[in-house]
């Protein structure tokens, strides 16, 4: 009997050698604040139209104001390269707005990419012809 309860022991100790020394050997774990924190919608939008207020929302040279801009959709992801949160914007023009120097080229709706600071990184003008 005691044969046995030695070689579960044994068993149960070998085992959880093998499962933490293939955890050590495994690449170097990510600190926990790679994790991106929960954040609301709201949350978001306010930080989007903080930065429109600060005149970050430029197409084509010119800022847009927030009386013209209507958030539709909101996105949240994970920039691997610089390990840090983004967030998209997509938003719709009140009206849409001639590309400046090509015929029959307008834009109605942008993405606005901010980083988790709320600083524009880059704004998209979605382009169509008519």
Do not use: W
Request: some cysteine.
């Amino acid at each position: 009997m005691q044969t046995i309860g030695y070689t579960r022991c044994l068993l149960f100790l070998l085992a959880s050698l093998m499962c933490g020394s293939s955890v050590a050997r495994t690449s170097v774990d990510p600190p926990v604040t790679l994790l991106p924190a929960l954040v609301q919608v709201q949350d978001i939008l306010d930080l989007f139209n903080a930065a429109v207020e600060r005149g970050e929302v430029i197409v084509f040279d010119e800022a847009l104001r927030a009386d013209f801009i209507t958030p539709r959709r909101v996105e949240v992801a994970f920039d691997l390269e610089h390990n840090r949160r983004q967030f998209k914007v997509y938003s719709e023009l009140k009206r849409k707005l001639k590309v400046p120097g090509v015929q029959d080229c307008y834009y109605r709706h942008i993405t606005s990419l901010l980083d988790d600071r709320g600083k524009i990184i880059e704004t998209i003008a979605h382009i169509s012809y008519e």
